[in-house]
Nanobody, 115 residues
Framework: QIQLVESGGGLVQTGGSLRLSCAASGTFFSLNPMGWYRQAPGKQRELVASITTGSKTNYADSVKGRFTISRDNAKNIVYLQMGSLKPEDTAVYYC?????????WGQGTQVTISS
């Protein structure tokens, strides 16, 4: 059973930075593509960034140039470094992976950006 545990959320001012971490267990981490999604109140969950097993990255247009996803296969952790934060980045951020046909999600971590 794959488990994902996020940490690092919080309240920051506009223009600030945060780093989210997602620790994975129960899997051969290096074999899993990983991603970060977010869901704001009243909105659908959306992909923020993803990273393949070969560390190829993909970003939503809204975060390109501000966010960086990375992975440490030795520690089984995927990171999301967020900078130049805006109020519209406020959301619950979820870590995601899949194995075969099964999707796995973390419990989410709240990120709130004050204006």
């Amino acid at each position: 059973q794959i488990q994902l545990v996020e940490s690092g959320g919080g309240l920051v001012q506009t223009g600030g930075s945060l780093r989210l971490s997602c620790a994975a267990s129960g899997t051969f981490f290096s074999l899993n593509p990983m991603g970060w999604y977010r869901q704001a109140p009243g909105k659908q969950r959306e992909l923020v960034a993803s990273i393949t097993t070969g560390s190829k990255t993909n970003y939503a247009d809204s975060v390109k140039g501000r966010f960086t996803i990375s992975r440490d296969n030795a520690k089984n952790i995927v990171y999301l470094q967020m900078g130049s934060l805006k109020p519209e980045d406020t959301a619950v951020y979820y870590c995601y992976t899949n194995f075969g046909t099964i999707d796995y999600w973390g419990q989410g971590t709240q990120v709130t950006i004050s204006s």
